[in-house]
């Protein structure tokens, strides 16, 4: 299996960035490890040897990107609006940095936003706020909303709201989508995981509501128990991705 290490100081982000690429040929897979997870975390968890058989049929072609979560949403000592800037500056990171770089290694026309937890949030995110850039959605154990307070998780905003926060809260903005982002929404290949014990399962559920009144077709796929960890992940990846 081709593997490939990559890094580079980003000029969005001030500092070097670091990501792995696994196969050579296929649908180009954008991947987001879990909160504060790194870019080596796919690996570690063995989901590259779970989807080892498209790898090595050129089917898919990896990009596992690091995390700056602790930077942004996680860094509770920071004001909020210094968190969603600094999220906002990890999207122009993948929007002109690593998106450019996967389409100059490979011309597949399909490009893959796929993430695990917290990961399954910045792939939904950043695929619902630039449909024309991706063919198919593919999150795990996902949160959809960073201002919930779920059972132990919080408000990752502590209650601020600007338009910034809106804008990257896809339950909260997904209503009013409309325009030609709809329209390329309604071509997306989208599929969503979670388990039925898993906390963000009624959010989950929300966002399919959503997507179905916006006549966006999708599928919502629940597992039993939890299914939230590389145990279950592993499984999911072959049917899935």
């Known amino acids: 299996m081709n593997r ?17 690429v696994f196969g050579h040929a296929g649908a ?19 989901m590259t040897e779970a989807l080892r058989h498209k790898l090595e049929a050129g089917q898919l072609q990896l990009y ?15 004001h909020p609006e210094g968190r969603i800037q600094r999220h906002q500056a990890f999207e122009e990171y993948l929007l ?15 490009t893959i936003a796929h993430g695990l937890s917290f990961g399954a949030f910045h792939a939904a995110n950043i695929a619902f706020r630039h449909p024309h850039l991706f063919q198919k959605l593919c999150a795990f154990s996902g949160r959809y909303d960073p201002t ?10 502590d209650g601020y709201r600007n338009e910034a926060i ?24 989208i599929v969503l ?14 966002i399919s509501r959503i997507l179905w009144e916006k006549g966006v077709w999708h599928a ?22």
Not at 193 to 206: A, T
Request: hydrophobic share 35%; with cysteine; aromatic share 14%.
């Open 4 to 20: 490939e290490y990559h890094r580079w100081h980003s000029p969005h982000l001030g500092r070097d960035m670091e990501l792995l």
């Open 28 to 46: 180009k897979v954008l991947v987001f490890p879990t909160r504060d997870g790194r870019f080596h975390e796919y690996e570690d968890l063995r």
């Open 64 to 78: 596992c990107v690091d995390s700056i979560d602790w930077e942004s949403f996680y860094c509770h000592w920071a």
């Open 96 to 110: 002109n940095e690593v998106l450019p770089l996967m389409a100059s290694k490979n011309g597949h026309p399909c």
């Open 148 to 157: 919930l307070n779920v059972e132990s998780f919080r408000d990752l905003l």
């Open 166 to 189: 809106y804008y990257h809260s896809p339950a909260q903005y997904l209503p009013g989508l409309d325009g030609w982002r709809l329209e390329a929404l309604r071509r997306m290949d």
């Open 193 to 206: 995981v979670i388990g039925r014990e898993d906390p963000f399962l009624d959010n989950n559920r929300h």
């Open 220 to 241: 919502l796929h629940e597992w039993d128990e939890r299914a939230h960890s590389g145990y279950y992940w592993r499984r999911m990846a072959p049917l899935y991705v």
